[in-house]
């Protein structure tokens, strides 16, 4: 199985950069993990949200392969501890499902278009995020999550 975070927009602040290419260097030891980011909508200024959302998300689905299970990260979606988290990657690699996409919409969120091809939301907690932190917050639980399956020391109970 392999592992595609999709983001929309550059991470422009270098620090949080680098614990992001850090995290995601450590997660390479365990999975084939990719980070893919959409670009900006240009002129967004002059779109309605609902237009922005509909032009991000065709851009989010256009990334997407057929088989792909999409897992969105979502103010909704269902919380999980971080032991609970790695028992869902597990589940996912049993499964035989050949790519698990984890996606962070914009800043009105997902399209309709994308929750309908969803295959599930997951929310990392009840507040809310700069979607720059987010990829940080993501990559690094994926790295404790496959920490806590190979039983290193990582993740402290």
Excluded at 51 to 75: A, M, R
Excluded at 77 to 84: A, E, H, L, M, N
Excluded at 98 to 118: C, D, M, R, T
């Amino acid at each position: 199985m392999t592992i595609k975070l999709i983001a929309i927009g550059k991470t422009d602040n270098k620090e949080l950069q680098s614990l992001i290419n850090g995290y995601t260097k450590r997660l390479s030891f365990y999975i084939n993990f990719s980070l893919d980011i959409i670009p900006d909508i240009k002129n967004s200024k002059n779109l309605s949200e609902t237009q922005q959302k509909q032009k991000e998300g065709d851009l989010i689905l256009g990334k997407l392969k057929t088989n792909d299970v999409l897992i969105l990260l979502d103010e909704n979606g269902k919380q999980y501890d971080s032991v609970s988290f790695s028992n869902y990657l597990q589940k996912h690699m049993n499964s035989g499902i050949k790519q698990l996409v984890f996606a962070i919409g914009g800043p009105y969120g997902f399209s309709e278009n994308v929750y309908k091809k969803a295959n599930g939301k997951i929310s990392l907690s009840k507040m809310t995020f700069s979607h720059q932190m987010i990829r940080l917050f993501v990559i690094e639980q994926l790295y404790r999550g496959f920490t806590i399956l190979k039983n290193e020391p990582y993740h402290h109970k």
